[in-house]
């Protein structure tokens, strides 16, 4: 990109290193740059730290839709206004619907749940183990563990797996908004008869709770509460199997530092949040419609124009997260990585009220499948140069396709 070329499509195309460099020529050249998204608009594209958290946390910018039917969008599928998830809701629905999950979402619920996250990835390494001594982490690994601990969390059968599996995989990986619709209403029918059973059998899970919410309390509309349930049993799969897929694919890289991870598990923590920092996975970003005329850095967005944010970007900008001076290297991201970076406030699960709900228990999600993972083969190691890794066809998202290993 020129200074004078016209607007790139975006989110841009090619490798993630390729986009990450032209990202990074955004970042010192452009930081608010015009880009052309799928829906054929022209929208602002921001790409530095502080003006990516200033936009997903200022009031005076918005994220629904039916603010403004009009305005653009990163891919082709309308927005649905009959069922809209809580990222594409403004206050006052926003605050109101988000509070009645919120509760389950705590940091002190989720640490409850740890020793049942590690159940769940002992189950699927015992399974590894049996078939072993060779297996894909991919397939056998990250892309199970978060709708196994989905169905082991709110007691689901065991065999509804592959089942949530499925439909998300359908849906991140769809070519046509009919197919994404039709798969969405497969869901939805799934979802009502969750709330159906529940109500007829209450339990001590969360939809249980969420449907007292909706019946003693009228907290929500049932539209709503199909809504809270959705997201609880359907959101971020995708990107969190991704996320520790590529994560696993790093740290097998750097057999030193597996071994330390491996002797001083208090040292996870930390290395996972540079992890999600790193490997963002998403392609695109957060959009956000200007309520009213908003400048940034000498420009000015007008009311009513739109603005993705690049976490993917923001998370790499070096006045924030300078380069370690002895790192561990990405394979993925082609960067060094400081697993002891400490604070890392970057923005994979947003900022501001609609952060992700949902982050802590991804956290222990990564955590513990790490863990887990290096407790349990000692002598693991990839299968696969770095340059035969082949990645899956996301639109959204960049995810190995496998990662082929052995112990």
């Known amino acids: 990109m020129t200074h004078d070329s016209p607007p790139n499509a975006f989110p841009f195309h090619g490798s993630e290193s390729e986009v990450l460099s032209e990202l990074a020529w955004l970042r010192e050249n452009r930081p608010l740059a015009r880009v052309v998204v799928l829906s054929g ?61 919120a509760p389950a979402f705590t940091v002190r619920r989720i640490e409850r749940i740890r020793p049942l996250v590690r159940q769940v990835a002992d189950r699927l390494l015992d399974t590894m183990a049996e078939t072993g001594p060779s297996a894909d982490l991919v397939s056998g690994y990250a892309d199970p563990l978060p709708a196994a601990v989905v169905c082991a969390w709110q ?23 009919e197919h994404i619709r039709a798969v969405r209403r497969q869901m939805l029918h799934y979802v009502f008869e969750l709330i159906a059973v529940r109500r007829a059998a209450p339990g001590d899970d969360v939809i249980s709770s969420l449907v007292a919410a909706r019946d003693e309390r009228g907290a ?29 694919s790093d740290l097998l890289r750097n057999p030193e530092l597996c071994e330390r991870l491996r002797s001083d598990h208090t040292l996870i923590p930390v290395a996972v949040e540079e992890m999600l920092r790193v490997h963002t996975v998403l392609k695109d ?15 000015t967005i007008r009311a009513g124009e739109t603005v993705v944010v690049s976490v993917h970007s923001a998370n790499r900008d070096a006045t924030v997260f300078p380069a370690p001076h002895d790192g561990v290297g990405s394979a993925q991201s082609h960067e060094h990585l400081d697993l002891e970076r400490a604070p890392n406030p970057h923005l994979t699960f947003g900022h501001g009220i609609h952060r992700c709900v949902a982050a802590h228990l991804n956290r222990v999600e990564l955590q513990t499948g790490i863990a887990a993972l290096l407790s349990r083969f000692p002598s693991l190691r990839l299968a696969t140069a770095e340059e035969e890794q082949t990645w899956k066809a996301l639109p959204r998202a960049y995810g190995l396709a496998a990662l082929p290993v052995v112990w």
């Open 41 to 101: 608009h022209e929208i602002w594209l921001a790409t530095r730290y502080q003006d990516a958290r200033r936009i997903l946390g200022d009031p005076r910018f918005g994220v629904s839709s039916e603010a403004h039917p009009d305005s653009p969008r990163l891919n082709t599928v309308p927005f649905d206004a009959d069922f809209p998830v809580l990222r594409q809701l403004d206050p006052p629905d926003h605050p109101r619907i988000r509070n009645v999950l």
């Open 285 to 299: 970003g957060h959009l956000r419609v200007a309520r009213e005329d908003v400048t940034l850095g000498g420009v």
């Open 220 to 248: 929500v509309s049932e539209r709503e509460l199909a809504v809270l349930v959705f997201q609880l049993v359907f959101s971020a799969h995708v990107a969190l199997s991704s996320l520790l897929a590529s994560a696993l």
């Open 155 to 177: 007691k689901l059968p065991e065999q509804e797996v592959d089942r949530i599996r499925s439909w998300n995989a359908a849906v991140n990986g769809a070519s046509s908004a």
